[in-house]
C-alpha cells in the first residue's frame, strides 16, 4: 500500500478514475440529447468524483467540517440542478448516480479506493444493463417473486440472529453453522428454479448440479433428488446428481492441491477412476434426458420441509461423532474423521493438511481421504434413494457405479501398500 503523497495520490486518482467511468456510461447514454438540455455529462460526473475524492482525502487529515462542507454543498447542487428533470421526465437515475459518484469518490478519498472502484464498476454494470434487468424483471411471475422474498427471510434475516458457538449433547450443535446448511439446500434449490427459468429445465439443471457441486455435490444432490421425487416426468435430475459427483472429485483434488500438496499424486491416482465413471455416467444420462428446453411452471422453488430434515440428519451424525470420540478415544478420532468426511469431505481434507509429514505416509493419507469420500458417497446414494424413491433408478446407479470404481482404486491401494 502507498504512503505519502503517493497513497494520497492514487486515493484522489480513484475517485476521478470512478467519475470518469460512471460519467461515460451516463453521457454515452445521453448522448441523443439536444447540448445545453443535460444537466450532468462525463466531465461534470468526473468533477464530482474528484471533488469528493479530495473531501474525503482532507476529512482523513482530520478537517471533517470542510470535507463535510464540500459534500453538502455537492449534493445540494446536484439535487437543486436535478430538480426540474425529476418533475418534467420521472426519472431519478442519472440523479442517484451522481450523488452516488458523490459517495463513491468520498470513500476512495477516504483511503478505500480498491472499495471505491469496485463500486464504480458495479454501479456502470447496472447502469448499463438497464434492458437486460428491465426484460429479466418483465419475465418474472409473481410466484417468482414470492420465492425471492421466502429465500431472501431464509438467507438474510435469519441467519444474523444465530448464535455461532456450540451447544447441546457434547457440544456437537452450531445454530449458525446448521442453518448454513438450510440455506445451502434452499439456495441451490432456488438457484435450480432461477436456471430452469432462463435456460429451460434441461440446461438449468445440469448448470445447477455444475455450479453447485463445486459448494456442495451434497446438499445439490439433495435438492435435485427431492425435485426428482416430486415431479410428475422425470428431467434431467438424474444426470444433474452424477455430475455433480464428478464436479467434487475435481474440487477435492484442487483443495488437496492447495491445502495437502504432498498428497495431490497419490491421490489423483486414487480419484482418477471414479472421476472417469462419474463424468462418463452424467453425459450418458444427459444425453438421455427429454430434450425439452421450455422452462419449468411455477412451483414451490424453496422446499424448506426437505431441508429442515436433512438438518436434522446432519444435526444427528455430529452428536454421533462427537459421541463415538468421547468413547473410544484415538479411535473416535478416527471414527470423527470418518463421520465428517462423509458428511463434509473438505473439513477431512483441512485435517490431513495439518497433520506433519512423519504423522502419516502420502499414499496412507491419500486413501484415507478416498475412505472419507466413499462414506460421503454412501450419504449421497441414501439420500437419493430416501428422496427421490421410484425414480432414483439411474441416479442411484450412476452413484453405485462411481463408488465401485472409487472402492477397486482403493483396494488396489491398499494391495500395493
Excluded: C
Aim: proline fraction near 4%.
Amino acid at each position: 500500500m502507498l504512503t505519502g503523497w503517493a497513497g494520497e495520490a492514487q486515493a484522489v486518482g480513484a475517485a476521478l478514475a470512478a467519475g470518469l467511468l460512471i460519467g461515460i456510461e451516463r453521457g454515452w447514454k445521453l448522448r441523443d440529447e439536444k447540448p445545453g438540455t443535460r444537466v450532468a455529462g462525463v466531465r461534470t460526473f468526473t468533477l464530482l468524483g474528484l471533488g469528493a475524492g479530495i473531501a474525503g482525502l482532507i476529512g482523513a487529515e482530520g478537517y471533517a467540517l470542510a470535507a463535510g462542507a464540500i459534500v453538502t454543498g455537492g449534493v445540494a447542487l446536484m439535487t437543486y440542478a436535478f430538480g426540474r428533470e425529476l418533475k418534467s421526465q420521472r426519472d431519478a437515475t442519472t440523479a442517484v448516480a451522481a450523488l452516488l459518484t458523490i459517495a463513491i469518490g468520498f470513500l476512495a478519498g477516504s483511503g478505500s479506493a480498491g472499495v471505491a472502484v469496485a463500486a464504480a464498476a458495479i454501479t456502470v454494470s447496472i447502469l448499463a444493463l438497464r434492458q437486460e434487468i428491465h426484460g429479466f424483471i418483465e419475465k418474472l411471475a409473481a410466484e417468482d417473486v414470492k420465492a425471492l422474498a421466502r429465500f431472501a427471510v431464509i438467507a438474510l434475516a435469519v441467519l444474523p440472529f444465530l448464535p455461532d458457538k456450540p451447544f447441546g449433547p457434547y457440544g456437537a450443535w452450531n445454530a449458525s453453522k446448521l442453518w448454513w446448511v438450510v440455506i445451502l439446500v434452499t439456495g441451490f434449490s432456488f438457484a435450480g428454479y432461477v436456471a430452469n427459468r432462463i435456460f429451460g429445465e434441461r440446461h438449468g439443471t445440469i448448470a445447477t448440479a455444475l455450479i453447485g457441486g463445486a459448494y456442495s455435490s451434497t446438499a445439490v444432490t439433495q435438492s435435485l433428488a427431492q425435485r426428482l421425487g416430486t415431479k410428475k416426468e422425470p428431467g434431467a435430475e438424474p444426470a444433474g446428481i452424477a455430475l455433480a459427483t464428478a464436479v467434487m472429485y475435481l474440487r477435492v483434488l484442487v483443495l488437496i492441491g492447495l491445502l495437502a500438496t504432498r498428497l495431490i499424486i497419490p491421490f489423483a491416482i486414487v480419484v482418477a477412476p471414479p472421476l472417469i465413471v462419474a463424468w462418463l455416467a452424467g453425459w450418458w444420462l444427459y444425453r438421455q434426458a427429454p430434450r425439452t428446453d421450455a422452462p419449468t411452471p411455477p412451483g414451490n422453488p424453496i422446499a424448506l420441509i426437505p431441508a429442515m430434515t436433512f438438518l436434522v440428519f446432519l444435526a444427528i451424525a455430529a452428536v454421533a461423532a462427537r459421541w463415538a470420540e468421547s468413547r473410544f478415544g484415538e479411535q473416535g478420532i478416527a471414527w470423527l474423521l470418518l463421520f465428517m468426511g462423509s458428511l463434509d469431505v473438505d473439513a477431512a481434507i483441512v485435517t490431513a493438511g495439518n497433520l506433519p509429514p512423519d504423522a502419516i505416509g502420502a499414499q496412507l493419507a491419500a486413501l484415507a481421504l478416498g475412505g472419507t469420500i466413499l462414506a460421503n458417497m454412501f450419504v449421497k446414494l441414501g439420500i437419493t434413494i430416501a428422496y427421490a424413491r421410484g425414480r432414483s433408478t439411474s441416479a442411484a446407479l450412476a452413484l453405485v457405479a462411481s463408488m465401485i470404481a472409487l472402492a477397486a482404486s482403493l483396494v488396489v491401494g491398499w494391495l500395493r501398500l
